[in-house]
């Protein structure tokens, strides 16, 4: 098998062969049809999160060996364990990455993706930047129905994230009841699933006007670029005087200090972009108006059964993805590091 590996951090990706995995006991080896291009992949790549004040959180290659990255994985079944049952050969799949070991208190109960033990497609183990993606168990697979090849892979991470961040939010009683933060692709395709899952129009903030006109579009209550003036009072106005929920997917200090201090009484704001940085909380008044400020990280497993539920059932509008061939993988991590790409990117494998 061909894939495009992770040999040192920052370092463009190497093409290598590699043996192609055969699949025993429980296992799906999957031939990669599509596979999504990920924020956390030019982390990954760079093998550090930013924390703010020069202080780097490292995410080294596991074991210092070369890591085929990609965790948004579509693909094909070509063949199964003896143990396999209710996969058929032929058929695509997308696969949940956030794979524990099995075996922990939080693996036993649905929180596979907090485990320490954890063996991620794309992360830990060999993802869809290789033509094939061998997966341990077929719980992770999900069938997408008639959702584009391109997109869907998206779901096991970007659209996950997105779903399980805005049900930790809720509850969202009308429109405006939900802030979305950042109108990128992770932003617009929370928008939809917002709409999807509650029936309601959010509020959508950028500092970008062309990405909150296509937000517009795609249905958003109200758009509000945060860097124009008296962009903090339009939202207090949209929002009867201060935020119930915000859900921030850019996670910067500037839009965090912009949007929690516009957090209602009781409100919730949850932090899911890695951009980095740090904020300073004024103790007193997180006590007496009751805030929560508080992370996401991708979802469960269950998330991901409850949002695949809805994709199947069709009532989650697609959302463009531009593909590219994996060749042009180093390309895309560059444009994606420097904040050039509009919209989504999957790679492909001829
Ligand atoms: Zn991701
Ligand atoms: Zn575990």
Request: proline residues 5%; contains cysteine; glycine residues 14%.
């Amino acid at each position: 098998m061909k894939a495009y590996q992770v040999v040192a951090n920052g370092e463009p990706l190497e093409e290598r062969e590699l043996d192609t995995p055969q699949p025993t006991g429980s296992e799906v080896l999957l031939k990669t049809v599509s596979c999504g291009v990920c924020h956390s992949d030019v982390h990954i790549h760079d093998g550090y999160f930013d924390l703010g004040g020069g202080v780097q959180l490292p995410s080294p290659l596991p074991g210092g060996e070369p890591l085929t990255m990609g965790h948004e994985i579509f693909g094909e079944v070509t063949a199964i364990g003896e143990e396999v049952e209710g996969i058929n050969v032929g058929q695509k799949y997308v696969a949940y990455p956030w794979m524990g070991c099995g075996d922990c208190d939080l693996c036993n109960d649905d929180m596979t993706h907090y485990c320490p033990n954890n063996s991620n497609l794309g992360i830990h183990v060999g993802g869809g930047y290789g033509d094939h993606v061998l997966v341990p168990h077929s719980k992770y697979l999900f069938d997408a129905a008639d959702t584009p090849d391109s997109l869907a892979g998206s779901y096991a991470c970007r659209g996950l994230t997105a779903y399980s961040a805005l049900k930790k939010a809720g509850p969202y009683t009308k429109d405006n009841s939900l802030v979305i933060v950042s109108a990128g692709g992770l932003g617009l395709l929370a928008l939809k699933i917002a709409k999807a899952a509650y029936g309601i129009s959010p509020i959508v903030i950028d500092i970008d006007d062309e990405k909150l006109g296509m937000a517009s579009q795609l249905g958003a209550s109200a758009t509000i670029n945060s860097t124009e003036e008296g962009a903090a009072e339009k939202l207090l106005e949209l929002t009867e005087g201060g935020a119930r929920s915000i859900v921030d997917f850019v996670g910067a200090e500037a839009s965090v200090n912009f949007g929690y201090n516009l957090l209602a009484r009781g409100g919730t704001y949850v932090i899911v972009g890695l951009f980095g940085g740090q904020i300073s909380v004024p103790l007193p008044m997180q006590a007496l108006f009751e805030k929560k400020l508080m992370g996401s990280y991708v979802g469960s497993l269950g998330d991901m059964q409850e949002l695949m539920e809805l994709v199947v059932a069709g009532k989650i509008e697609p959302v463009d993805v531009e593909t590219r061939d994996v060749s042009e993988v180093n390309r895309t991590l560059e444009e994606m590091k420097e904040g050039k790409l509009l919209g989504m990117v999957a790679l492909t494998h001829d």
